[in-house]
């Protein structure tokens, strides 16, 4: 695993460990899941889950684009929303981490 990687891996980890109610993790599994995402696409799945404002779904959004650094930000026109990217890099490494930290909370 290269330092890029290990230190994302690092990110992810603190980042679920402030999960108190499975929302972050939700969140990043559905992620995973499409691939590709709009801050629209996913609070309407969000929200069947958890009760949430489409603020708190925009956030959290930006804030795994920017401060995880795992997510590319698209906009092909003004009018169009931003589409979030899941870096193929990391899929698998998310993947993982998902699985590594439920195993953990399980315990």
């Not at 499975?22 to 995402?37: A, K, M, P, Y």
């Not at 958890?50 to 650094?69: D, H, N, Q, W």
């Amino acid at each position: 695993m290269s330092s890029m990687q290990s230190e994302i891996a690092s990110r992810l980890v603190q980042f679920l460990d402030l999960d108190t109610d499975g929302r972050r993790r939700f969140v990043l599994g559905v992620i995973l899941e499409s691939g590709e995402i709009t801050v629209s696409s996913l609070y309407k799945a969000v929200k069947e889950q958890f009760e949430t404002s489409r603020k708190v779904v925009a956030s959290l959004l930006g804030y795994i684009c920017s401060k995880l650094g795992i997510l590319r930000a698209h906009k092909k026109s003004y009018r169009l929303p931003t589409v979030y990217i899941l870096k193929e890099e990391y899929a698998d490494l998310v993947r993982t981490v998902l699985n590594a930290t439920a195993a953990a909370s399980d315990s």
